[in-house]
């Protein structure tokens, strides 16, 4: 069972991308999805996370405002909206569910459980 990621693509600085995750019932059904990326040389990094109600996020400093992470339950998916992409944000971004509880755990992969393959965005300069 695997998260599947889409959405990546190159665009030009201060342009928007949109990145969805869709995720099989079961695995929707767990607490917590999250968004992780890793760029070329670099340990992945914790993105976004939000809860299943939708009622906790959290996001690292350096997208706090551009990005916005959401899930639509009904359609078992979840979305991260990137806008004012910076080169920085140039990264294999990867979405993935745990359950998870106490937002302090967010932002440590080992406690996700599933993942998806990665979809690539290139913000060029």
């Known amino acids: 069972v695997q998260l599947q990621?889409?959405?990546?693509g190159l665009v030009q600085a201060g342009g928007s991308l949109r990145l969805s995750c869709a995720?099989?019932?079961l695995i929707f059904s767990i607490n917590v999805m999250g968004w992780f990326r890793q760029a070329p040389g670099?340990?992945?990094e914790f993105v976004a996370a939000i809860n299943r109600s939708g009622s906790i996020t959290d996001y690292v400093?350096?997208?706090?405002?551009?990005f916005t992470i959401s899930r639509d339950n009904a359609?078992?998916?979840?979305?991260?909206?990137m806008n004012?992409?910076?080169?920085?944000?140039?990264a294999v971004y990867y979405c993935a569910a745990g359950d998870l509880y106490g937002s302090a755990m967010y932002r440590d992969s080992r406690k996700y459980n599933y993942?998806?393959?990665?979809t690539q965005v290139?913000?060029?300069s």
């Open 5 to 8: 990621a889409s959405g990546g």
């Open 23 to 25: 995720a099989p019932g």
């Open 42 to 44: 670099k340990e992945r």
């Open 61 to 66: 400093d350096s997208v706090k405002g551009r």
């Open 75 to 81: 359609k078992n998916t979840v979305y991260l909206q």
């Open 84 to 90: 004012s992409l910076k080169p920085e944000d140039t």
């Open 115 to 118: 993942w998806g393959q990665g």
């Open 122 to 124: 290139t913000v060029s």
